[in-house]
């Protein structure tokens, strides 16, 4: 674990939640959903299960945080649980997929809002963003914390304006997605409803990214569960009431199969001018999702490398006790992935994979005796992980079988690494 001179407090932990949480996945996947899902109860049970899940794994990632305090998240529980191929496995999957695609598909998003405003907004502008933030997270933790802090607030204070306008302003005539009526008991038994979950879990990713820098927060034991429940309680209220506002003002015409979705919703709610001004606020706001997945993401990565000769290189901190060389890695990684898939091919494999491993960390909960946890006490502590197990094997089942290909993508991605661990392990026992 590397010695930090600033340690940060739980309102910037909380910050990295929030921002890792709300971002990419609520402004562009209801779209997704209404394709098969149409019903309100339906979509407010889905973000709802979405919410609960999210708010299990925090209480388990909570208590493992607070049990192995240094930096590393799941790689040190899969390691240390497991076999250390997990651990190099979960690396590998966060350096490619866990923290390099959501920043990808973040910048995606952004040029998509921005190009409401009939200019292209490409891949070249979506690239030059994600380089300018690796920038201004390289200098040191106090600033990395500041800027940071500053998107963050931005993004909040977005949220809620735009929820209190969407709740108050009445409808309009372009019609409305709201529809309260018996449809949702047949929706929830479709194999759609399950797949649209994969969406969902996926906008709530984020909900363990304070745990991964345990060792760059002061009083851990207190302030680590503290950011994770309060920011994964402010996001599922979030989540519902934005849903709601977008269904209250778009037509499922308007919105089925669209990316920006929020974008076409405040247009029919504010008129075409305020609508564009959303579309700048969401773009601002997808600056600091981009920030705090370069942030962790550079953390988990330099943890890890250190370790494994492969990667050695990107285990270097700078003066400051930056991850510099991690955090390139992951902007060089992100643009890779822009210029090599779709945005819906890209989610559904970064989702399914995810999943997967959030998974298997979870289950390392189990493996804690109970003297040993800090935080849970009880034996009713595991009806947390056992429900997250029980929806995530529910979901993984079905985003396989309804999306093949995406899953194939990830799972190859995964045998890729198995064949690193293989090469990195020859390459240690030559140098002994």
Request: charged fraction near 10%; aromatic fraction near 16%; glycine fraction near 8%.
């Given at each position: 674990?590397?010695?930090?001179?600033?340690?940060?407090?739980?309102?910037?932990?909380?910050?990295?939640?929030?921002?890792?949480?709300?971002?990419?996945?609520?402004?562009?996947?209801?779209?997704?959903?209404?394709?098969?899902?149409?019903n309100?109860?339906?979509?407010?049970?889905?973000?709802?299960?979405?919410?609960?899940?999210?708010?299990?794994?925090?209480?388990?990632?909570?208590?493992l945080g607070?049990?192995?305090?240094?930096?590393?998240?799941?790689?040190?529980?899969?390691?240390?649980?497991?076999h250390?191929?997990?651990?190099?496995?979960?690396s590998?999957?966060?350096?490619?997929?866990?923290?390099?695609?959501?920043?990808?598909?973040?910048?995606?998003?952004?040029?998509?809002?921005?190009?409401?405003?009939?200019?292209?907004?490409?891949?070249?502008?979506?690239?030059?963003?994600?380089?300018?933030?690796?920038?201004?997270?390289?200098?040191?933790?106090?600033?990395?914390?500041?800027?940071?802090?500053?998107?963050?607030?931005?993004?909040?204070?977005?949220?809620?304006?735009?929820?209190?306008?969407?709740?108050?302003?009445?409808?309009?005539?372009?019609?409305?997605?709201?529809?309260?009526?018996?449809?949702?008991?047949?929706?929830?038994?479709?194999?759609?409803?399950?797949?649209?979950?994969v969406?969902?879990?996926?906008?709530?990713?984020?909900?363990?990214?304070?745990?991964?820098?345990?060792?760059?927060?002061?009083?851990?034991?207190?302030?680590l569960?503290?950011?994770?429940?309060?920011?994964?309680?402010?996001?599922?209220?979030s989540?519902?009431?934005?849903?709601?506002?977008?269904?209250?003002?778009?037509?499922?015409?308007?919105?089925?199969g669209?990316e920006?979705?929020?974008?076409e919703?405040?247009?029919n709610m504010?008129?075409?001018?305020?609508?564009?001004?959303?579309?700048?606020?969401?773009?601002?706001?997808?600056?600091?999702?981009?920030?705090?997945?370069?942030?962790?993401?550079?953390?988990?990565?330099q943890?890890?490398?250190?370790?494994?000769?492969?990667?050695?290189s990107?285990?270097?901190?700078?003066?400051?006790?930056?991850?510099?060389?991690?955090?390139?890695?992951h902007?060089?990684?992100?643009?890779?992935?822009?210029?090599?898939?779709?945005?819906?091919?890209?989610?559904?494999?970064t989702?399914?994979?995810?999943?997967?491993?959030?998974?298997?960390?979870i289950?390392?909960?189990?493996?804690?005796?109970?003297e040993?946890?800090?935080?849970?006490?009880?034996?009713?502590?595991?009806?947390?992980?056992?429900?997250?197990?029980?929806?995530?094997?529910?979901?993984?089942?079905f985003t396989l079988?309804?999306?093949?290909?995406?899953?194939?993508?990830?799972?190859?991605?995964?045998?890729?690494?198995?064949?690193?661990?293989l090469?990195?392990?020859?390459?240690?026992?030559s140098?002994?």
């Amino acid at each position: 674990m590397s010695t930090v001179s600033h340690r940060i407090g739980w309102k910037t932990a909380a910050a990295i939640v929030v921002s890792n949480m709300i971002g990419t996945g609520i402004f562009t996947t209801l779209g997704f959903q209404l394709s098969d899902i149409t019903n309100t109860y339906s979509i407010f049970l889905l973000w709802m299960i979405g919410g609960i899940l999210a708010l299990f794994g925090a209480f388990c990632y909570a208590e493992l945080g607070s049990y192995y305090k240094g930096n590393g998240g799941d790689y040190i529980y899969l390691k240390e649980t497991y076999h250390p191929i997990l651990g190099y496995l979960v690396s590998w999957i966060s350096l490619i997929i866990g923290f390099s695609s959501p920043v990808a598909l973040a910048a995606l998003a952004m040029s998509k809002y921005l190009s409401a405003f009939d200019v292209t907004f490409g891949n070249g502008f979506a690239i030059a963003i994600i380089f300018m933030v690796a920038l201004s997270l390289s200098f040191s933790l106090k600033a990395s914390g500041r800027f940071h802090n500053f998107f963050t607030f931005i993004k909040i204070v977005f949220i809620i304006v735009l929820v209190c306008l969407g709740v108050f302003i009445s409808g309009t005539d372009a019609g409305n997605s709201l529809s309260f009526d018996n449809r949702w008991q047949n929706e929830i038994m479709l194999p759609a409803f399950a797949t649209s979950l994969v969406f969902v879990t996926y906008s709530y990713t984020g909900w363990n990214s304070a745990s991964y820098i345990a060792g760059e927060i002061k009083d851990v034991q207190k302030n680590l569960p503290k950011s994770l429940i309060l920011g994964t309680l402010f996001v599922t209220v979030s989540y519902l009431f934005v849903n709601f506002i977008m269904l209250k003002h778009a037509p499922v015409s308007q919105l089925a199969g669209k990316e920006d979705v929020m974008g076409e919703a405040a247009g029919n709610m504010l008129g075409a001018a305020f609508g564009k001004l959303v579309n700048i606020f969401i773009a601002l706001q997808l600056v600091a999702t981009i920030s705090g997945y370069l942030w962790v993401g550079s953390r988990l990565t330099q943890a890890f490398a250190v370790e494994n000769r492969l990667w050695k290189s990107l285990g270097i901190l700078n003066k400051k006790g930056i991850p510099v060389r991690a955090l390139f890695a992951h902007a060089v990684i992100a643009t890779v992935i822009i210029l090599m898939g779709s945005f819906k091919e890209i989610f559904v494999y970064t989702a399914f994979i995810l999943q997967l491993f959030a998974s298997l960390s979870i289950s390392t909960v189990f493996f804690l005796k109970k003297e040993r946890r800090k935080i849970f006490k009880s034996d009713l502590f595991y009806i947390f992980p056992a429900v997250f197990l029980l929806f995530s094997g529910y979901i993984l089942y079905f985003t396989l079988i309804h999306n093949p290909r995406e899953s194939l993508i990830g799972l190859g991605i995964v045998a890729l690494g198995i064949v690193l661990y293989l090469i990195d392990r020859r390459l240690s026992k030559s140098e002994n």
